[in-house]
């Protein structure tokens, strides 16, 4: 038989929904028309057929054997055609990644780049997760992480993205040039790091540079590294940081990084769940990253 010859779809989409549902009214709710509209659609597909497939009573609605044959046709049919869209929608909709990290980093490197990591992946949807503890990474749930440290990391598979180093920053203006200079100036400590050890305080750089005569332990305190930057901006001293975190912040000349000597830093690591990084929406994920560290 031709297409042309077959009853119109949506005569057959309700005889299926009033014979899988023994009932006009119920078809019509799962349908979202009245049930004037099915029984109008019935006596279309019973008219294009030329037999009845449907038998009507006031308490029942059963099916003749013709209408049990094109049941089964129906519902084997539709039954087909969703499973093909449901996995035709699985296919073309975004794979979901959730990442952790720091929320230095996040704030600071991740998501000035949102913009591009979404241009780049756009069939990838990127969920954050923000912690300043090691997360356990599974299939499922938390499956990939920015990790800062030596690796490699036990239960998961990692790739170094780059070394990182501490450098003191300030906002351009201060007049700082040699280290000396730091003896007018303002310390601001991070109290919150575990990383890198031993710990990256004022002291060790001093020492390194050679400077004495310093009271190290002066000057304000922060918990964590994206307050102590925010402070370094507006202006209240010098912060020992990551050169990673405050790249962004050299580069628009918000900070100025005056002096050449660093102290030497962890790395930062991409890292998934073992087994999954072959997973072609983490893989890109992967490579995205590495990508955006080699251009800095």
Known sequence: MALSHLPPLSSLRAFEAVARRASFKAAAEELLVTPTAISHQIRQLEDHLGFRVLDRTPRAVTLTPSGKILYEATAAGFGEIQKAVTTLRADTAPSTVTLTSTVAFLSHWLVPRMGMLRQALPAVDIRL????????????????????????????????????????????????????????????????????????????????????????????????????????????????????????????????????????????????????????????????????????
């Open 129 to 296: 997760h923000t912690s300043n503890a090691v997360e356990q990474l599974v299939p499922g749930g938390i499956e990939t992480a920015i990790r800062y440290g030596r690796g490699p990391f036990p239960g998961v598979v990692s790739v170094q993205l780059c070394v990182d180093e501490l450098i003191p920053v300030c906002r351009p203006g201060l007049g700082l040039s040699s280290p000396d200079d730091l003896l007018d100036a303002t310390l601001i400590h991070i109290d919150g790091r575990s990383r890198p050890k031993p710990k990256p305080d004022w002291s060790r750089w001093c020492a390194k540079a050679g400077l004495t005569g310093i009271d190290t332990a002066a000057g304000p305190r922060f918990p964590d590294s994206m307050l102590a930057v925010q402070a370094a901006i507006a202006g209240h001293g010098v912060v020992l940081v990551s050169r990673v975190l405050v790249a962004d912040a050299l580069g628009a000349r918000l900070l100025e990084a005056p002096f050449s000597q660093t102290l030497a830093g962890d790395a930062y690591h991409f890292a998934c769940a073992t087994g999954l990084e072959q997973r072609p929406d983490i893989a890109a994920l992967r490579s995205w990253f590495q990508s955006g560290f080699s251009r800095g």
